[in-house]
């Protein structure tokens, strides 16, 4: 009976709010978090805002996206908007800027996100960089298919053939 007592003022006080507004959830996300991710969140942040005042589907993703703001870590975020891509107006170089400052975190980005920007760079043209990208993933440890695609598109456009046979057996392997 006392147990009970003592818990009566608990389960009659009013629920509490407990969502904060975007805005303010947004803000407090980016003060808690490490340098490299405020600046992650500073980029995506006017990358979206000038997605979101387009029209059609690349707005549409923008606001999507920032729906998820506070249920994704930088990371993933960024990992999102290189998938999204010229959709949201990110393309290769801004994608290369966005991944130098979510790699200057401590988490890896995951390898969707290099596929995706491989996928931008291949459509510029930028095989040597593409390449260079690859490096780069398997230094994260993050080689998928996708991003093993892409590398033997950019070296059979540079020409390397034997680079191509070498990522074809890795890509069966």
């Known amino acids: 009976m006392l147990l009970l007592a003592a818990l009566m003022p608990g389960l009659m006080s009013p629920p509490l709010r407990l969502r904060a507004t975007p805005a303010r959830a947004r803000l407090l996300v980016m003060s808690q978090a490490p340098a490299a991710s405020k600046e992650a969140y500073a980029m995506l942040d006017t990358l979206l805002k000038q997605a979101e005042q387009g029209v059609g589907r690349g707005s549409?993703?923008?606001?999507?996206?920032?729906?998820?703001?506070?249920?994704?870590?930088?990371?993933?975020?960024?990992?999102?908007?290189?998938?999204l891509g010229v959709s949201i107006g990110v393309d290769f170089d801004r994608g290369l800027?966005?991944?130098?400052?979510?790699?200057?975190?401590?988490?890896?980005?995951?390898?969707?996100?290099?596929?995706?920007?491989?996928?931008?760079?291949?459509?510029?043209?930028?095989?040597?960089?593409?390449?260079?990208?690859?490096?780069?993933?398997?230094?994260?440890?993050?080689?998928a298919s996708g991003v093993?695609?892409?590398?033997?598109?950019?070296?059979?456009?540079?020409?390397?053939w034997g680079a191509v046979a070498r990522l074809s057996e890795e890509y069966e392997g």
């Open 60 to 83: 549409a993703q923008a606001r999507a996206l920032r729906k998820r703001w506070l249920d994704l870590t930088a990371a993933e975020l960024v990992e999102s908007a290189l998938i």
């Open 97 to 143: 800027e966005l991944l130098e400052v979510a790699e200057g975190e401590t988490t890896a980005v995951p390898a969707r996100g290099y596929s995706a920007l491989m996928r931008l760079g291949v459509a510029a043209e930028r095989h040597q960089e593409v390449l260079g990208l690859m490096a780069r993933a398997r230094v994260q440890d993050s080689t």
């Open 148 to 160: 093993v695609l892409s590398a033997m598109q950019s070296a059979g456009a540079l020409g390397d």
